[in-house]
């Protein structure tokens, strides 16, 4: 939904904007194209700084004057507007999840399709990697963010079986995962990892939630919705992309509420205080779209205006 983000952040020639998930880039070159370039003369130009602690996204680097790379963890975004000296935005964009490149990428262990270290760290600096939490957290420490990451009715007996395996020897890879809970795989020499079918939507969340937790994603993202509020000139706006319920929920609520409570305040009249005018309720991807793009099959769209 590239065109409908982009159309909906309403981007001013000569504003300054954020992009907090620069990935490949899509999103920062469409902004940048938007933006007056810079002129010989010209007193106010636009610009555009973006946020992704992975170090991979350096290949991805845009030379550009009116762009700025930041290379940290988009829940400093505070911390980092006020180093550049910037005080106000006009409008900031959200594409959270996955990439392709994180997927598709073995050695990083995002996917349980490939034999691999478990690792999932967006932040390759990081201490802590899922084998850590696999091997560490209590079977009852496992059932909760399998619960409440994963949406996972069965993460009791998924923790149950973690712990009984890790019990006879460290689960340290993919594949000794994945064995847990389907001990009927098999690995092709190149390393892909074949699991059966009725096990795969399992995976899929058990895997998520972990990445979830490696990676303190719901903390940073309430983090960032808080910062991204303060930083907003009225009439800015704010785009984010969800892929999963806890994520969408989390910033619906907030985009309607101003708060991450998500409590709505009232004045005497009855009127919402929300700091915020929603634009985009949760709009969906095509059918075409979804065809060239399996993962926006779970995209929702919300964009809300900041109220003057």
């Not at 004057?65 to 006020?82: A, G, I, Q």
């Not at 020897?169 to 074949?194: A, D, F, M, Q, Y």
């Not at 509020?229 to 999963?244: F, Q, S």
């Not at 994520?247 to 009249?269: A, C, M, P, Q, W």
Request: charged letters at 30%.
């Amino acid at each position: 939904m590239l065109k409908e983000t982009i159309e909906g952040l309403a981007i001013k020639p000569a504003g300054t904007y954020v992009d907090v998930t620069f990935g490949g880039g899509g999103h920062s070159r469409a902004i940048l194209n938007k933006l007056h370039e810079l002129e010989i003369g010209k007193l106010e130009i636009g610009h555009l700084y973006s946020f992704d602690q992975d170090s991979d996204a350096l290949a991805n680097a845009i030379d550009d004057e009116r762009w700025t790379f930041v290379h940290s963890n988009f829940r400093y975004l505070r911390n980092w507007m006020d180093y550049y000296g910037v005080e106000h935005i006009d409008g900031l964009l959200a594409d959270l999840g996955v990439s392709f490149h994180h997927f598709d990428c073995p050695e990083r262990g995002f996917s349980f399709r490939f034999s691999a270290p478990l690792d999932m760290r967006m932040n390759q600096t990081a201490k802590r990697t899922a084998a850590d939490i696999v091997n560490s957290y209590s079977e009852e420490e496992l059932a909760r963010i399998f619960w409440l990451y994963g949406e996972l009715k069965n993460g009791r007996g998924i923790a149950k079986n973690i712990c009984r395996a890790r019990a006879q020897k460290p689960i340290e890879r993919t594949e000794e995962l994945v064995k847990s809970l389907s001990p009927t795989l098999s690995i092709s020499e190149g390393g892909e990892i074949e699991v059966p079918t009725n096990a795969k939507k399992d995976l899929a969340r058990l895997f998520q939630a972990l990445r979830i937790e490696v990676n303190d994603e719901m903390g940073a993202l309430r983090e960032m919705l808080v910062a991204a509020r303060d930083l907003l000139k009225p009439g800015g706006r704010i785009a984010v992309l969800t892929y999963h319920s806890l994520e969408d929920r989390l910033v619906k609520n907030f985009l309607r509420s101003g708060n991450l409570e998500g409590t709505i305040e009232k004045d005497f009249y009855g009127n919402n205080l929300s700091p915020f005018e929603l634009i985009e309720k949760g709009r969906e991807a095509s059918p075409e779209e979804v065809a060239q793009n399996p993962r926006a099959r779970s995209a929702k769209l919300r964009i809300a205006e900041k109220k003057s």
